[in-house]
């Protein structure tokens, strides 16, 4: 079974099948865009995820692949272009990214929003698991969160962890795509 098609297996058995799937294409690079409506994923939220950023690995001796998940409520379809983005940074870029990167968008990653750029994190233990193969290779899937330039230059100052504390101790609803900034 290839890398693609288990992904997609993990979430059809999580999520069940996707309210809508996009496909963006950038150069020789492919990758779809997976929506869950927020009534169907017991989240609490809608959720979007990526496949085919595994698919890109920088070296093709990598073990370490991931994808990227948004959870949303009130959904944005609008931010299918810019998670697909994140997605294909890492090949565009010949880098890996990981918890506690940023990655900005050069539009808004949604109509009506000053928000563009995406947090990297560690999603909740037991969210979604590494995908594991028998030859080293596993996929991780990483929450990919967004945030305004004063978050940015929190987390810059601060790390990344203290961002994500203060956020839970304020209980910062960062799913919410109207929120406000904080800090």
Wanted: charged share 20%; no cysteine; net charge negative.
């Amino acid at each position: 079974m290839s890398v693609a098609a288990a992904i997609e297996d993990l979430y059809l058995a999580r999520w069940g099948a996707p309210a809508r799937r996009a496909e963006f294409v950038r150069g020789e690079l492919v990758v779809e865009i997976l929506k869950w409506d927020q009534a169907t994923t017991g989240e609490g939220v809608s959720v979007y995820a990526t496949l085919g950023a595994s698919t890109k690995a920088t070296d093709p001796a990598e073990s370490h692949l991931v994808e990227f998940f948004l959870g949303l409520s009130p959904a944005r379809d609008e931010v299918a272009s810019a998670l697909a983005g994140l997605a294909l940074y890492g090949a565009q870029n010949r880098t890996t990214l990981d918890h506690g990167h940023t990655v900005p968008s050069e539009q808004p990653l949604w109509p009506g929003t000053t928000m563009h750029i995406f947090l990297v994190a560690r999603p909740l233990p037991d969210f979604l698991e590494p995908l594991l193969f028998p030859d080293r290779l596993h996929v991780e899937f990483l929450q990919a969160i967004p945030i305004f330039d004063s978050e940015r230059a929190y987390k810059a100052e601060h790390g990344v962890d203290s961002l994500l504390a203060r956020w839970e101790t304020a209980q910062v609803p960062f799913w919410n795509p109207d929120r406000a900034p904080h800090p």
